[in-house]
């Protein structure tokens, strides 16, 4: 089993409508999660922090269960510039730091 | 500032062939990460360094070795390549060792 896994989509989802990923992580131990997103042949780039008592970013939400093991991330109004891969990342404290796991990602397309 | 950057974009190697790629950054970033990226896959940590004259293996060392003899730079090497090895590679730098800023990657064959 992975330890983090997403849904790899695609998500189709028409301009303006409102999609929402889940991710799972195993590791009871992680400590702090991320979306980032990568758009196609690009680098992953930081689209925001999840904390424990959710954060919104504009169209974005980020929430965090812990008792279920869960981050989730909503976007509302949709554009077509949203179409990309969003990849979930955990963290689990080793001897040097923090320990990066991240999902396959799930993929979106927002269509016209 | 450039951000990272890494050197090259893309490579052909025939098996057996070492090389080595760059990362770089003008960050002042303590923390440095490289990565490779397979389909289906995610992202999967090989080696990382939390400073100048320090590394820890990741997820998937084995074939790979890194140098940070700078605090700017981070090479990671291929002694033997082979075509398990062909990838892409991301390097990634971070201040605090959460957010983290990666290079544009570097495609890789091994024939």
């Known amino acids: 089993r992975k330890e983090v896994e997403q849904d790899p989509g695609p998500f189709n989802v028409p301009e303006g409508a409102t999609v929402a990923f889940n991710c799972t992580y195993s590791n009871s131990a992680s400590q702090s999660f991320f979306w980032y997103r990568q758009d196609c042949r690009k680098e992953p780039k930081l689209l925001m922090s999840v904390y424990s008592s959710g954060n919104e970013d504009g169209r974005f939400t980020a929430q965090l269960n812990r008792a279920s093991q869960y981050i989730s991330l909503l976007i509302r109004d949709s554009k077509l510039s949203d179409s990309a891969t969003y990849l979930c990342v955990g963290t689990t404290p080793d001897d040097y730091g923090q320990n990066f796991v991240f999902g396959p990602g799930t993929r979106l397309s927002v269509l016209p | 500032n450039a951000g990272v950057t890494q050197t090259p974009k893309f490579r052909v190697l025939k098996t057996g062939q070492s090389m080595t790629l760059l990362c770089a950054q003008d960050m002042n970033h303590e923390y440095m990460y490289w990565y490779r990226q397979d389909p289906g896959m995610g992202l999967r940590l090989i080696h990382y360094?939390?400073?100048?004259?320090?590394?820890a293996k990741g997820e998937v060392p084995d074939g790979y070795n890194v140098s940070r003899l700078k605090k700017q730079n981070f090479l990671l090497g291929l002694e033997s390549a082979a075509p398990s090895q062909t990838s892409v590679y991301f390097c990634a730098s971070s201040l605090t060792g959460y957010e983290q800023f990666f290079g544009p990657g570097t495609r890789l064959t091994v024939l």
């Open positions: 360094s939390v400073g100048e004259g320090t590394t």
